[in-house]
């Protein structure tokens, strides 16, 4: 057997792939080996499932103190395009979505320089009074960071001030890539890998599921990739907090990096399957249709995905400000249908992955 043979024997066996493998893997297997390693892996966990849910972003405000080279959505105070709801116009965002099934919201916004932690309960209060049938995810570990330390409190007693307001889980973002040089030449001001594990390890510790993700695409080698799965897959090992993975694609449009442009479907696809077979203690594999489109959201799901997030309702402008989606909204028949195309069956799943 050769060495390529040996690493896919390995995966089928499901022994865990070292670091240099990956990289064995990422050179030098074919694209249909890699859908069809990500795609058994994938069955061997969640079957003939595709989960989605039925979801709404929040993005509170485009403000944000840190200076990420790949953002498309921060906005200076004076620009005429920032923005910054007042709790009524939160409260009223939320309500507009009543009675439509919603059974998660996702907040997440900038990092705004005025905001206490008290601001972000209340916030938390007013949208689960608003919407009780829906969990509420919020705020990316970067934004809990910069608001629990601000507070001068703990990350554990930051932490519990917001699940005691009714935050039942966190999202992924702000993972960006862990590795620190790099980090410094995408996103040199914004909260730090170090800080980034600290939410989340301290969440788990307390019993909070929360995602992760990585930001790749840009200026990273694939090195970077495989040691930021391999710091997840550490982290995973010992706390198991982590529900999904969710590889976010650079996108170029309007932002201080756009000359770089975006890496190719393709990519994207080793990458989906480099995440399934690499993270073995991870259940979930999520293809963000927002952010890959809905064509590379399909194909995403022979390679591992079994998760393509929730039908949004146009409520996030994140991605449709870089360049994805103008009006991101799915419908539950569309979700079924781009489960069906791939083969699969699409089920509804709640916040924590239980089935509806
Ligand atoms: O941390 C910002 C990314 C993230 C760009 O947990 C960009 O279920 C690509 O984390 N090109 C926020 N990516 C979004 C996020 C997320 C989304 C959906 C579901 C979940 C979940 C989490 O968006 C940021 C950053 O990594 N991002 N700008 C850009 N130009």
């Not at 709404?56 to 004076?78: A, D, G, M, Q």
Request: proline share 4%.
């Amino acid at each position: 057997m050769n060495r390529l043979e040996t690493i896919a024997e390995k995966i089928r066996s499901d022994v865990r792939i070292a670091p240099d493998e990956a990289l064995v893997l990422w050179h030098e297997a074919p694209l249909w080996l890699l859908g069809q390693l990500a795609t058994e892996r994938k069955r061997r966990v969640s079957g003939d499932k595709v989960f989605y849910n039925r979801n709404i972003h929040l993005e509170p405000t485009n403000r944000c103190v840190f200076n990420c080279r790949f953002c498309s959505y921060r906005r200076p105070k004076e620009s005429p395009e920032a923005w910054d709801y007042s709790m009524e116009e939160v409260e009223r965002i939320a309500r507009d979505h009543a009675g439509r099934g919603i059974t998660e919201v996702h907040i997440v916004g900038g990092v705004h320089p005025d905001h206490g932690l008290e601001y972000y309960a209340e916030m938390i209060r007013r949208v689960r009074a608003a919407l009780p049938g829906a969990a509420v995810k919020a705020f990316t570990a970067i934004e809990l960071s910069y608001m629990i330390r601000k507070a001068g409190l703990t990350t554990e007693e930051g932490l519990r001030v917001l699940r005691d307001a009714g935050m039942e889980a966190i999202p992924g973002g702000g993972a960006e890539i862990f590795d620190e040089e790099v980090r410094s030449r995408i996103c040199p001001d914004k909260g730090s890998t170090a800080e980034w594990f600290d939410v989340h390890r301290t969440a788990h510790r307390m019993g909070l599921r929360t995602n992760c993700t990585i930001l790749y695409g840009h200026v990273e080698r694939v090195e970077h990739r495989i040691d930021h799965l391999d710091r997840l897959r550490a982290l995973q090992d010992e706390t198991r907090g982590f529900d999904a993975f969710i590889p976010l694609k650079y996108r170029s449009f309007g932002n201080p990096m756009s000359e770089i442009g975006e890496v190719s479907v393709t990519e994207d696809l080793r990458m989906l399957a480099l995440s399934r077979l690499y993270l073995d203690n991870i259940p979930h594999i999520k293809a963000y249709w927002v952010m890959y489109g809905r064509e590379t959201a399909e194909l995403a799901l022979a390679f591992g995905a079994d998760d393509i997030d929730g039908t949004i309702d146009d409520t996030t402008k994140i991605y449709s400000m870089a360049g994805g989606d103008r009006r991101p909204v799915m419908t539950e028949e569309q979700m079924h249908r781009m489960a069906a195309a791939a083969g699969y069956r699409a089920v509804e799943r709640d916040t924590h992955y239980n089935e509806l």
